[in-house]
Structures are given as C-alpha cells and as structure tokens.
C-alpha cells in the first residue's frame, strides 16, 4: 500500500509538471498550444486502445495482437519491458557492459518504472514527457512571439513531429526511438549553445558557452552510445566537420580560442562515447588504441625506429576507416541473412555463390582484427551467425549437410565444418531465403552504388511505388505497409517544407550557421548510412525519424532568440 500510494504520488507530480508545460507552451504560441494539446489528446488515445486492445485480446487486429498489452509492429517493447520490469523488481540496474540490448533506455524505463509503476503502459507515460520536454527545448530556442507567419518555421517543426504516425505509433510502447529523439535534438542544440565560441564575445559567456556545448554533447553521445552506439559515433564525426570548418574563416574569435573550444567539446563528447558504449567502444578503440602505441615517441629525437613508429601509426589511422567500412557491410549483411517479414532483397546478380565467397573473405579478413575479436567477446551478433552460415550454405545444398554451428569442431569424417542434418522443409526454406539473400551482397563499387541507391529510395519513396517500378519485393509486411507510405510522404513533405524555408530565410540564420550545418551533415550522413546499412523495412521505418528530427530540429537556426545578430536582407 505504501508502495502504490509513492508511485501515485511521483505520478501526480509528474501530470502536474506535463501540465505547467503545457501551459507555459500556450502562453508562448497559441497555435503550438493547439498542436501539443491535439498531440498529447491523440497519443493517449491510440496508446491506451492499443494497451487494452491487446490486453483483453479484443476481435481487432488480432492478428497483430502479442498480448499482454503489446503488438507484432513493436515486438522488441516485450523484452524491454520485462527487462526494465526485472530491474524495478530487484532495484538493481543493468552495467552497461552487460549483454543486454541499449542498457541506457533499459535502465532509463527500468528507473521510471521505480518512481510510477511497473506497468506496460509507463513506457507510454515516459514517452509522453519526453516529447513534451524536446518541445519545451525546441521553443525555448526559437523563442516565438505568437505571431504565426513569424513562427511557422517552429510550427512545421513541432507540427511534423507532434503528428508523424511512426513517432506517435512507437510512442504508445516501451520503446527507445523518443529516448533517441532526445539525445539527437539534445546534441543539435549542443552545438546551438556554442555560438559565442565563433563570434567575438565577453570571456565569462565564451567559457559558459563552452561549458554547456561539452556537457550537452556528452550527455548526448553518452546517451545514444548506449542505446545505438553507432549513431553516437556519427554524431561525434559529425560535430568535429562542424567544428573543422569554422578553422579557417566564418567566426571572429581569435584562433587559439576556437581551437581550445572546439578540442574541449569533442574529447567531452567523446567521453561521453567512451562511458556509454561499453563493449562496443573497443570494437572502435581497438585501432585507437593501436594508433597510441604506434605515436609513443622516444624522448630522444635522434633515436631510431622513429621512422618506423611514424610509418606504424600512419599505418593504423589509415587503417581505422577501412575496418569501419568492413564492420558496416557486416552489419548490413547481419539484417540480410537474418531475414525477417519485411526484409527488403535488391538482387545484384542471378547467382548467390559470388556473394556467398565474398561474405566468408570479407568476414576471414575482420576476424584477424583485436576489433572483431573485442566484439565477439562483448555480444554475439547476427553477421557472425550469417556469415558462418554462408560458408557451408553451397556445399550444404549438395550434399544434404548444414553448416556446424559457431565454435564447434569438426566431425572426424572429413566433412569439413559441417553436420548431418535431415533436410526438412524448414532448413530447405531457411536455405533458400539465405541464397536469395546473398545476390544482394554487393562486392564491386557499382554493386555498392546500387544497394545505396536502393537505400536511399527505401527511406523516402513510397513502398507501393518501389514495388511496382522497380520490381523490390518484400515477403511480408505485417499489414503496416500502408501505413509506412503514408509515414513516407508525411516524411518527404516536412522535410522538403523545412529545407525550403531555410533556404528561403536563410538571411536569418546569421551567426546559427554552424548549428545548421551540424544538423544537415548529421541528418544527411545517417540517411545514407541507414539507407546502406538497414535491408528489414521494418527496422528502417522505425528507425527513420533519426533522419528527420536533426531537420526538424533545424528550424530553431531561423528563430527570434533576442539579443542574436543576424544579417539582414537587402532592400
């Protein structure tokens, strides 16, 4: 009873704090006061349907239904929420080393389910706040003035958002995507708050500017490295471009100071990749931490081997992008082969056997690094499991034999790396959707031109159209390809409607460029990785707003925050 009584009180507290949000949002816009009040309306509706649809088994959708209060499109909130409900039980959290997937939001939910409830639907409530804080973040930043033709690049933004059907769709569960959204918008106005360190400015604001940027960038890099490690990756290479090209010109503070600025923002913001990431930090600190030894210098110039010290570190900085491109591919060959109802297979051959030898070489290759090695010991993952697949797929089929699983040896008799198995209907489809799968596998330069290409059209052109046009098939969707065309057009309409006034009023965008271009780059780098990398249409619609929300988000570069300069039309 004491227990129930705490979690409704911190519940009442927190619907007491959604409120005065709410209400400070409408005193700043009346218009943005309608657009969250019909959000917050419509997400609580679809949410609390879709909770006791699922959880009385109602005769809708049942197909879809998991239940308990879940749904096939969000199968992963199941093992979040019993996850993050094991942790409220025992009051212990996950290390973030630990196995487990994205132990930030696991904990993150597991912490809020400590303070509400354990209850399916406090990933609801959870997601709800969060969209009310980004919006709070977002307006704080634009600082409109209630005059609609003035706001509407914060209108757009906030509108698109509040009402994309993937957003409010992944809302209503235990899912990650509104945590990642915080980070993301969190790490884009990071770089907003690090305006004074371009333009000349009083040595107390330049140092709180800079004090905020590297906090917020740890927070955010921290925060997506342990939820998707990767994108806290693009967001640190994404925040140093930003930074690198105000070197030269387009800031009027002097040189030392920017450069001692921008070196403090990105060594916190790689802290912040460093503590989140856990295991999969030394995936990529393999190499760093070979580059370090390579850089050891005696203290004696004249000493030798300098010269080979120098070659060796070359030699490993110039190797660190190339097994970033090879762990790329295996990741993309991970959603490949490990197939799924909506896995998308853009054939680049009539044969499988040419995809099939490059996986095991490319795989061979990555295995001899100390990165693969970290990896495999941090958390099994679905390329190792594909790729050990491929190598005995072509002989399996000759000879009724399937691979050996990962790690056992060898039968006595010869058959090399292989096991007897009767050849079922289950293993003879599993084996033919892995061969159809391995003509996607791309290996020459125009084969990877092609699947990019292909990627990029998954993410913005209509699923329907792809289809028809160009013959892309998916075996199934999951009865959410309609609604995924729909999220498609909604998707290309904001994001065209949002570039178009930045260019229209980019007179006013003024000494926020760097904050602009760090959201461009961002969002136009994560598109064309997500496009190469992601073949589940699935994943990739769920996964897509990370493409929007930095363009969304970018809208705050065209706002009213007093005391900005900003460079005026001409008459």
């Known amino acids: 009873m004491v227990s129930l009584i705490g979690h409704s009180l911190v519940s009442l507290v927190l619907g007491g704090l959604l409120l005065a949000s709410y209400r400070w949002i409408r005193r700043q816009s009346a218009a943005l006061g309608i657009i969250v009040g019909i959000a917050i309306v419509t997400r609580l509706a679809i949410g609390l349907a879709m909770f006791w649809v699922s959880y009385l088994a109602l005769p809708f959708a049942r197909s879809l239904q998991v239940g308990g209060g879940f749904w096939q499109v969000a199968l992963d909130a199941t093992g979040y929420y019993q996850m993050s409900a094991h942790a409220a039980e025992i009051g212990t959290l996950y290390p973030l080393d630990h196995a487990i997937p994205s132990p930030v939001f696991v904990n993150t939910l597991a912490l809020w389910m400590m303070a509400v409830g354990i209850s399916p639907a406090a990933g609801m409530f959870l997601n709800l706040c969060i969209y009310l804080l980004i919006t709070v973040m977002v307006m704080r930043a634009f600082a409109p003035v209630n005059e609609w033709r003035r706001d509407l690049p914060c209108i757009v933004g906030i509108g698109a958002y509040s009402f994309s059907p993937v957003i409010l769709l992944h809302s209503t569960q235990p899912l990650k995507d509104e945590l990642s959204a915080l980070f993301v918008a969190l790490a884009c106005l990071s770089v907003l708050a690090l305006q004074p360190l371009t333009h000349i400015t009083t040595r107390t604001r330049l140092f709180q500017a800079v004090a905020i940027g590297a906090v917020g960038a740890m927070i955010a890099t921290f925060g997506m490295a342990g939820i998707r490690w990767y994108y806290a990756l693009i967001i640190w290479a994404a925040l140093a471009v930003a930074l690198m090209a105000f070197v030269v010109r387009g800031r009027s503070t002097p040189l030392p100071v920017y450069l001692t600025g921008s070196v403090c923002v990105l060594l916190a913001a790689w802290l912040g990749f460093w503590g989140g990431a856990g295991p999969f930090y030394r995936q990529v600190g393999a190499n760093l931490s070979q580059l370090g030894v390579a850089l050891e210098m005696p203290s004696d110039q004249s000493a030798p081997g300098i010269g080979g010290k120098a070659r060796a570190a070359a030699s490993r900085l110039l190797a660190i992008p190339s097994d970033l491109a090879k762990m790329t591919q295996l990741h993309r060959t991970g959603f490949l082969m490990a197939g799924g109802r909506s896995n998308v297979v853009v054939p680049l051959r009539n044969d499988s056997a040419t995809g099939m030898a490059y ?184 996964m897509r707003p990370l493409v929007a929300v930095p363009i969304w988000v970018v809208v705050v570069a065209l706002g009213h925050r007093p005391g900005t300069s900003h460079i005026s039309k001409a008459p």
């Open 359 to 542: 996986q095991s070489e490319l795989t061979a290759e990555y295995k001899a690094g100390a990165a693969y090695q970290e990896r495999l010991a941090a958390q099994s993952t679905l390329a190792s499991e594909a790729a050990a697949t491929l190598e005995g797929t072509i002989s399996a089929a000759g000879t009724g034999t399937l691979p050996a699983a990962p790690g056992t040896r060898p039968p006595a008799s010869g058959t090399r790396g292989s096991v007897q198995l009767p050849l079922t209907p289950e293993v003879l489809a599993i084996m033919e959707a892995q061969a159809y799968a391995a003509r996607s596998i791309p290996v020459t330069i125009t084969d990877h031109v092609k699947i990019a290409a292909a990627g990029q059209a998954l993410l913005f052109v209509p699923l329907s159209l792809l289809k028809a046009g160009f013959g892309i098939s998916i075996p199934q969707g999951g009865g959410i390809l309609s609604l995924a065309d729909f999220d498609t057009v909604f998707l290309d309409t904001t994001i065209i409607f949002v570039l178009a006034m930045l260019w229209k009023r980019r007179r006013t965008i003024g000494n926020r460029l760097q904050f602009a271009m760090f959201s461009l780059i961002f969002s136009g780098v994560t598109a064309i990785l997500l496009g190469y990398v992601v073949t589940n249409f699935g994943t990739l619609w769920r």
